[in-house]
């Protein structure tokens, strides 16, 4: 069985390659990375209930053992995420397909949008299921270099100048990483994650404490935490609506997974670690500031993205299980709360040529489908009951009050006050762009691309990509 944890990292790296042979075969093309992904899917579901019958599932490549092979462990958190994200990927790929933006339609053939996806599905599942440090290095470089490909795949001005920024931030924490992965082997001898818990223990706390801080600067960009949070606002909302949609529900997730991983694994905590609670209430508040200044949808989404960022770092911060079982619904819920808002956002900007809320208007009675769509995800993001965001929340705040400290507190009433924040943002959406009277859609300010926009229709593919996501 231990030949599930390889298959989400091999077969879509293989199906890459194929699909590229398939140039010109549009329709094989498509079905074979829709298969792929939908395999993905089932193996990741063999994986949660293997690993929650019997234990988790390791495969030691090459036949090396731990920790002088590489090594990938399967276990029920590293399933659950691989699942949630496989589900999402596989949406976002037969949305982008009902899109059109796998297709180069100037020249009646594909793009390589399908294979470059491909590879950013494996590079997710090795970062959650790799178990060491340098191949979790090596997740992130594949899912830069296949996401700075995506972002920048039509290429005009302003998303080559977000992409470059996006490079530019990633390859800084990558020399980061670098220079941690040296100094921790240089320190230990290792860089397998079971290995390391019980050999950093042994180290002097201060070099410790600095291996241990440094991680969080490193996973703190990938998770888009503030301070370090500058590069994504800029980064994602120039992107197509799936690609937008499938970095913002993954990548930073990835980074808080990171953080999950090495802070309880390797560098743990005992008690309130308050640099990362402060860390959370900043990030908490300056996101949702962030998005109450926007005035375009996706920039909006892109601000509350980093805010609730806060909600995982904060539980995190508490070092408790109830905190970190509070992460981990917070993870699968951001996953897919996050993901249906930028999808139901591509969905509103195709019909009506802008992401401005406020050239918007009528949208409710105009294309009902889509504001149910966009409706939902939203309550839930806000903490409505009796979404997922609710209950997740609910934990996290459970958790913070059962630690019973004034900072912690002060946290809480921070989580409380981004709630609050979060549901202003989205009903000032929903009366500027579904309330009053109907407007008529703005043209494609870029009709020369492959991104159709202000065609005052509905593309059914990606409603029914949208809802099935969304039920999910």
């Known amino acids: 069985m ?4 390889v298959l989400p990292v091999v077969v879509p790296l293989l199906a890459a390659g194929a699909v590229l042979v398939l140039r010109g075969r549009v329709r094989a093309q498509r079905i074979l990375a829709l298969l792929v ?3 993905v899917v089932a193996d990741a579901v063999a994986i949660v209930v293997i690993a929650d019958t019997d234990g988790p599932l390791v495969a030691n490549l090459g036949g090396w053992p731990a920790p002088i092979g590489i090594t990938l462990v399967a276990d029920r958190l590293s399933g659950l995420l691989l699942l949630t994200s496989a589900v999402v990927t596989f949406t976002v790929l037969a949305y982008a397909i009902g899109q059109g933006v796998t297709e180069d339609t100037r020249r009646g053939n594909s793009s390589i949008f399908q294979s470059v996806y491909l590879v950013l599905v494996a590079g997710v599942a ?3 299921l790799t178990g060491d440090l340098f191949n979790l290095f090596v997740a992130f470089e594949v899912m830069l270099v296949s996401s700075y490909v995506l972002i920048t ?5 302003g998303r080559i100048r977000a992409g470059m920024t996006y490079v530019i931030v990633s390859m800084t924490s990558s020399l980061l990483f670098l220079t941690m992965l040296a100094l921790v082997y240089a320190a230990t001898g290792t860089m397998n994650l079971a290995d390391l818990s019980g050999r950093v223990g042994k180290l002097p706390e201060g070099l410790a404490g600095a ?5 969080l600067v490193v996973f703190g960009i990938k998770a888009a ?6 590069w994504l606002p800029d980064s994602y909302p120039t992107a197509p609506a799936p690609v937008t ?6 990548l930073t997730k990835v980074g808080v997974y990171a953080l999950l991983r090495t802070h309880t694994l390797v560098f743990a905590h005992d008690g309130v670690w308050v640099l990362l609670l402060v860390a959370a209430v900043v990030t908490l508040l300056v996101g949702a500031l962030g998005a109450l200044a926007q005035d375009n949808l996706n920039r909006m989404l892109s601000y509350l993205l980093v805010s609730h960022i806060g909600y995982m770092l904060f539980g995190l911060s508490l070092f408790t299980v109830i905190g970190l079982t509070g992460v981990i619904i917070y993870m699968v819920h951001h996953i897919v709360a996050q993901a249906a808002l930028f999808l139901a956002s591509g969905l509103i900007t195709r019909y009506a040529g802008t992401s401005v809320p406020r050239r918007m208007g009528g949208l409710a009675a105009a294309v009902p489908a889509t504001a149910v769509l966009f409706a939902l995800p939203g309550l839930s993001l806000a903490g409505i009951p009796p979404f997922s965001g609710f209950v997740a929340k609910l934990t996290l705040l459970e958790a913070g009050s059962g630690v019973g400290t004034w900072p912690v507190y002060a946290a809480v009433a921070a989580g409380l006050v981004t709630s609050l924040l979060t549901l202003y943002a989205m009903a000032r959406v929903w009366t500027l762009a579904f309330w009053g009277s109907r407007r008529a859609s703005v043209p494609d300010p870029e009709p020369a691309d492959d991104l159709v926009v202000g065609t005052e229709r509905v593309n059914r593919p990606m409603i029914l990509a949208s809802v ?4 999910r």
């Open 2 to 5: 231990s030949v599930l944890a």
């Open 37 to 39: 992904v939908a395999g």
């Open 126 to 128: 090795l970062a959650y």
């Open 153 to 157: 795949l039509d290429t005009t001005p």
């Open 211 to 215: 291996l241990g801080l440094l991680a």
């Open 225 to 230: 935490a503030v301070p370090l949070h500058f």
């Open 245 to 250: 949609a499938v970095l913002a529900a993954l």
């Open 468 to 471: 099935f996501h969304r039920g």
